[in-house]
């Protein structure tokens, strides 16, 4: 009999986000597997307003944006984004009947599967890709420790107790669940990966586009993503002057955009290097590839914190499919993914003086670095491939089922 299940997220395609892209190819490779899968939004699906809708091959049901009192009102719109979803979902549980309901992070989408489960007698499988509050921690939007974050953390444990399994992407998220007494039998690993066959080795740097931005003639450490402050963007511009004095031709190239932007760029005006820095600003995802090209070292230098610790990106698989040298900081996160001196540099978390020597040791390695970039490659080759990381669900979903899959 073919599994059938109905997964909830938080957003999903067309948006464009690593978890977008995540749940994408979850959905394609369980498929490849035999399943059925079954797929609804919350109502922070943003720009939304159709009861379903077609995208990428993918359908997708969304829920309504509730339009009650108390969904205009703080923390108490949390409240009304779960009834909403509660009520989408289970109506479409009755409808589809699925064997499990899968519930992706945050956990505002993990209450409405554990009600709608326990009221129609389907299983709860829960993912946890962060812990929310640590994010929120982040952007501002709450305190380490405040009350916010204590009962987000609290909603949280409360809902992996009450999953029937549980998910993880990482040995982080799953050691921090472990020591808050969640047995370890009821947590499962699916750890990110990429879909090797859309990311082919880089062909090396269009001249017409590096010409255009003022890099020609240059080496370039560049980052591609989103400006968050624990992204550690601040610590590569700090880290320039020093990367200067010993390699004068590098240039520092940083496409995207985000909160930080503004506050980076104020940085490089500061320390006199505006003509040092190149912000390209977002640009189309078909067009990501191009810019890729133009960098001679990627660099990920994530602040230490909680989050950063615990969670593991995607960015550095990413340049790894491509056949990119990486430099990162030893947060947890990166020290799950990035072998030290084989698959990428780590350098000491928050460590100016450490990243500039290691940028510039890396930048001048006799073989271009092409040994780490081949072993890069072939660890995702290898390990960390949508395929084998998504048949670790078998046994997940086989466990919440009481039979095997």
Known sequence: ?????????????????GYTFRSANILREQRNLGWETFHLTSPKQVNCSVAEEDADGLHFYRTPQPTDFASRLPVLNQWAFMRATERRLLALAKELKPDILHAHSPVLNAWPAIHVGEKLGIPVVYEIRAFWEDAAVDHGTQTEGGLRYRLTKWLETRAVQRANQVVTICQGLRGDLISRGIPSEKIGTVPNAVDIEHFSLSVGADTELKAKLGLSGCRVIGFLGSFYAYEGLDLLIAALPAILDKAPDVRLLLVGGGPQEAN?????????????VVFVGRVPHAEVSRYYDLVDLLAYPRHAMRLTELVTPLKPL???????????SDVGGHKELIDDGQTGVLFRAGDVSDLAAKAVAALNQPDGGAAMRAKGRHFVESERNWARSIANYKAIYGAALGRSL
């Open 1 to 17: 009999m073919t599994l059938r299940i109905l997964h909830v997220f938080d957003h999903s395609l067309p948006l464009h986000s």
């Open 264 to 276: 980076l760029k104020a940085q490089a005006a500061a320390l006199g290097l505006s003509d040092k």
């Open 318 to 328: 990413e340049a790894m499919a491509q056949g990119h040298l990486l430099i990162a």
